[in-house]
């Protein structure tokens, strides 16, 4: 009886010095876990995920304090890479956080408007807003992206969001509804042809000359 | 020499701890959904199964068998098996951080695989040897390693094909391992 | 002989090239307005050099190439200017872009050209590309890569220059009837196009079906004495035409998956852009013109020398199509080709076949349902596959948007030719599936990019503020270091003052510097006024020195 006890006492001991050794020996140091969710946000900064950025957010979901459907401007796309990496199940978007918007927007200032009090400067969280105190703001529109944090600080509201244009290199092919004419399928089956006569929806802006 | 082939092939086909035996089914079903962490699990699984396979024979061979203690067998392979599990997370964890957050609970899962258990106790009830126990261990990995790769290739398929809404998700995936069972019940009588 | 191999897959279709073939190629009417897209090729657009109203003759450039892979745009008949905008243009989106549009004169009139004819062999290679870039040439068996840029070996060795004269979609006969009437001309463009790659043996590889093309190049290869040209009949099966399969039929050879033909030593050009060739070296024209098919629902089904930024309607009416009836109008051909949302766009360089379709009864395309069905995985997709491509596998995973598996499946391999669609029995738009997939995957990367700009962007900013915030602290530290300092001979308060008086002293010393500005040549008025304001500033000044004097 006191032999078993012993002779598992010091098995167990044993053990446990094997396992101590090796926790030292392949110790971890940081979590790259954390840049690689980082990689898959989209960056725009915007705080929707009630996180002030995207690194926080994907620290918290390495640590396991948020979910994954929390992001709206990655839209369903960022959840189900998320999904992907982590190995866990897509679930759609919490409306919590807000919707998935389909346009792209981007911030324009009114420059009649505006005073130069470089409050939307120290809002932009990409620096994406050029100006000094008492000269001309404006949105370089290429580094835009379109995360709304400038509209409330101006003190004269004029910042607007402008859906951007898509032209012929931004443009996708829909995806493929079967229900629907698949008839001569590799001929465009979606687009309307000449004895259709006038398109009954918009999605195809006709795209500014220059 | 034919002895351990004939132990390989009545481990890994014949006798498949997962589809005839049915041992092993929790990370069978819960790592299987895609294709790269299921290689992931099957390689850690031969690596605890072989390893503990053999610890375990030493410590009964050498330890519970000559103080006569084969009472604690149940309980001493546990903590051995739990040690051998606990040393493979900290290597994973060290060598592929991304396996390791993939995995997530199903690594320490292992230790109450089962199948883990289940080899180390039919080693000592089949009065196997050194290398017959390092064998029997090894051919049941490689056995569970098959099948789990197996089934997780077929369900990435299935979860893109066109299932009817009642059967999506589990259902469809265990009426699927209930069919690869049935088709590996087939290799019994393969050695007679 | 020279052996011919066999790509896997491919399917027989029936041809409909008849009617098209029965008349000799005659120029299309001149239309009353030209639209030129400033986008006819792979690369940047062209930029314009030409504005409103200005008057230009044919030939002209109109636009110049924006870059290394761009083209130049030339005026296909003389005319004037009318507009720089945004036009419908044929594109599978219906989306118009810029171009210039043109409203002819009738007089077509050419700029001044290089009459003679010389020997190319006097030109250096760089300066021959050099001239057929000028001369606005890109792929015209639909591709529209630049000609230059492919007419250059790069340090590597040509061995063999293929001439395309495959064709192998139906209805589409303008490579036939060019090879029938002149392909004297084919031939000199191809042995200038040897020249300027330095290639060893060229082979023209055109289908058993075009007996009289065939006949027509023999006659004029042994005509001009060219024994490194060989003249080859390839099995009619689609997608022969394609340049890896036509590659594959007369060499052997496979081109890597992402790799270029140039990798294998073999360069494949269209018979099409070997004739531009000519006629640009030899004649100094540029490309303005090319062989069109018409076919379909129209009375005179025939191939037109018709001139570039051509509306297809004035083609369709040429050929006695009506345009009432339209439903259904086709550029290219019925497995590849693009339907027009508009007929007023216009012919560009690629633009190989106008296939118009009243109802789809009437003109037995390959002949579909109205929805697909299941897909029940037979296969036969797999096996028509010209590239060897598992379709079943790029549906399934395009349809689940898992796009990182689909790449698995070399998705951009695929050249889009309508085979696994066409052999499909549950009638599934699987070319559509693709597209979609490579249009997504195309706009994540780019979102991708746009992200981590961003990202980079805010570390930065970031940093920025924290290293603000660090050289405030800095500065305080400074400050307070130096005021402890001073304090030791007067106190706090002393060096408080001392500081307030140095900058009154600072502000007085600029008020004082500060001098007016614009002084130098003024007019008399703008004195006097200055002068009346000094005045004021004095009286204001003198004033308010009374009211400290009295305070």
């Known amino acids: 009886m006191i032999s078993a006890i012993l002779i598992l006492s010091a098995l167990a001991v044993a053990f446990g010095l094997l396992l101590g050794y090796a926790s030292v020996r392949y110790k971890v140091e940081s979590d790259p876990m954390v840049d690689k969710i980082d990689a898959l946000l989209p960056q725009t900064q915007c705080g929707q995920c009630s996180f002030p950025g995207c690194r926080p957010y994907a620290e918290a979901i390495a640590n396991g304090e948020a979910d994954i459907n929390q992001c709206p401007p990655g839209g369903e796309t960022t959840i189900i890479a998320l999904a992907d990496l982590l190995g866990r199940d897509p679930k759609p978007l919490n409306p919590e956080n807000g919707v998935e918007e389909d346009v792209r927007t981007v911030a324009v200032i009114d420059e009649q408007v505006c005073i130069g009090c470089t409050l939307c400067i120290q809002a932009c969280p990409v620096d994406a807003i050029l100006g000094a105190a008492k000269q001309m703001h404006t949105v370089i529109a290429s580094e835009c992206t379109g995360c709304d944090l400038c509209v409330p600080p101006c003190p004269v509201d004029c910042i607007d969001m402008v859906p951007v244009e898509t032209g012929i290199e931004d443009w996708k092919w829909s995806f493929p509804d079967s229900t629907v004419n698949a008839g001569l399928s590799t001929l465009a089956p979606h687009a309307r042809t000449v004895a259709d006569g006038e398109r009954e929806d918009d999605e195809t802006p006709q795209r500014k000359a220059g | ?192 | ?551």
Request: glycine letters at 8%.
């Open chain 2, 1 to 192: 020499m034919t002895e351990y082939a004939l132990i390989l092939v009545s481990t890994v086909l014949v006798n498949n701890f997962v589809l005839v035996k049915f041992l092993g089914l929790c990370p069978f079903m819960g790592v299987s959904r895609k294709l790269e962490t299921a290689t992931g699990m099957a390689l850690a699984t031969t690596f605890v199964l072989t390893l503990s396979s053999i610890a375990s024979y030493l410590v009964n061979e050498y330890l519970l068998a000559p103080l006569g203690l084969e009472y604690l067998r149940t309980i001493t392979f546990i903590l051995v098996i739990a040690v051998v599990v606990q040393f493979t997370e900290m290597v994973v964890h060290k060598t592929s951080p991304l396996l390791y957050q993939v995995l997530g609970i199903f690594l320490p899962l292992i230790t109450t695989n089962c199948a883990v258990l289940g080899v180390a106790l039919l080693n000592v009830q089949q009065r196997h040897g050194f290398l017959e126990s390092a064998v029997y261990g090894f051919g049941a990995a490689v056995g569970f390693s098959m099948v789990l790769i197996l089934f997780a290739a077929m369900r990435e398929r299935i979860n893109v094909a066109d299932v009817p809404e009642p059967f999506r998700g589990a259902a469809i995936a265990l009426i699927t391992a209930g069919l690869m069972s049935l088709a590996f019940m087939g290799f019994s009588g393969l050695v007679t």
């Open chain 3, 1 to 551: 002989m020279r052996r011919l191999f066999q790509f896997r897959g491919g399917v027989h279709l029936r041809e409909h090239k008849k009617d098209a073939t029965l008349h000799p190629v005659v120029p299309a009417g001149l239309p009353k307005r030209l639209v030129l897209p400033l986008q006819q090729h792979i690369g940047k657009p062209a930029k314009p050099v030409v504005a409103v109203g200005d008057k230009v003759l044919k030939g002209q450039v109109v636009a110049e190439a924006s870059d290394t892979v761009s083209s130049p745009v030339h005026a296909s008949s003389s005319g004037v200017v009318t507009a720089i905008a945004a036009q419908p243009i044929p594109h599978a989106s219906g989306l118009s872009a810029p171009c210039i549009v043109i409203e002819t004169d009738g007089q077509e009139t050419w700029r001044p050209r290089d009459e003679q004819v010389y020997d190319y062999h006097q030109l250096s290679r760089a300066q021959l590309r050099e001239k057929i870039r000028q001369a606005g040439i890109v792929g015209m068996g639909g591709a529209g890569f630049p000609s230059h840029i492919k007419l250059d070996p790069d340090g590597k060795s040509v061995d063999t220059l293929i001439l395309n004269g495959a064709e192998c979609e139906p209805y589409i006969t303008c490579d036939e009837m060019l090879l029938r009437e002149r392909a004297l001309e084919v031939i000199v463009g191809l042995r200038i196009m040897r020249y300027a790659l330095n290639a060893q043996r060229c082979i023209i590889g055109v289908e058993n079906n075009k007996h009289k093309a065939f006949l027509a190049l023999l006659q004029q290869v042994r005509n001009t004495g060219a024994d490194f040209i060989e003249v080859i009949q390839v099995p009619t099966v689609y997608p022969t035409g394609g340049e890896k399969q036509l590659i594959h039929v007369l060499t052997g050879k496979e081109v890597p998956s992402g790799g270029l033909p140039l990798d294998v030593g073999i360069v494949c050009h269209n018979v099409g852009t070997a004739y531009a060739v000519y006629r640009a070296i030899e004649f100094d024209e540029p490309l303005i013109s090319r062989y069109v098919t018409i076919a379909g629902s129209v009375a005179h089904a025939r191939n037109l020398e018709v001139l570039i930024g051509t509306p297809v309607i004035d083609l369709i009416t040429e050929c006695g199509g009506n345009p009432g009836t339209l439903s259904r109008v086709i550029m290219g051909g019925p497995m590849m080709g693009i339907a027009l949302h508009s007929t007023d766009v216009p012919v560009i360089k690629t633009t190989n076949c106008i296939l118009v379709n009243a109802r789809v009864g009437d003109v037995p395309l390959p002949s579909r349902g109205d929805f697909a069905l299941p897909c029940i995985r037979c296969g036969a997709c797999a096996e028509s596959c010209p590239v060897g491509l598992l379709p079943q596998q790029l549906y399934w995973y395009s349809r689940a948007k898992d796009f990182d598996k689909v790449q698995d499946y070399h998705l951009f391999d695929c050249i889009e030719c309508g085979c696994c669609d066409y052999v499909c029995p549950s009638q599934i738009p699987l070319v559509h599936y693709f597209r979609y997939a490579k249009t997504e995957i195309w706009a994540l990367e780019r979102e991708k990019k746009q992200a981590n700009i961003a990202r980079r962007r805010h570390e930065f900013r970031e940093f920025r503020l924290e290293r603000e915030k660090r050289e405030k602290q800095e500065r305080h530290k400074r400050k307070r270091q130096a005021l402890k300092k001073d304090s030791g001979t007067g106190g706090e308060a002393d060096a408080k003052k001392a500081a307030i008086e140095a900058a009154m002293e600072r502000v007085r010393a600029k008020r004082e510097a500060a001098k007016p500005r614009n002084v130098d040549n003024l007019t008399e008025q703008q004195q006097r006024l200055v002068d009346e304001a000094d005045a004021r500033r004095a009286r204001a000044a003198g004033r308010s020195n009374d009211k400290e004097n009295r305070a």
